[in-house]
């Protein structure tokens, strides 16, 4: 699924623990996914992508901003 830039270190810090926890000892990722499925990764992303459907007036403010973003005003034609 989709993630936002926002949430993903947020995400990645999730799978990267959730990886450390489950794996057996010098297991790799891809012999940990053979091993258990994709699905309980696939589950992490989820939680992700819906706590931030769930705040989306936060995902229209830039990253150090305290405002939501405003596009432009175009000038009507003929005002310089």
Known sequence: GLVPARYVPECVADLAAYYLDARQLHESLPKLVDRIGIEPFAALVRKHR??????????????????????PIAKAAGVC
């Open 50 to 71: 819906l706590n931030s459907a769930l705040d989306r007036s936060n995902l229209k403010i830039d990253w150090g901003e305290m405002e939501s973003y405003r596009p």
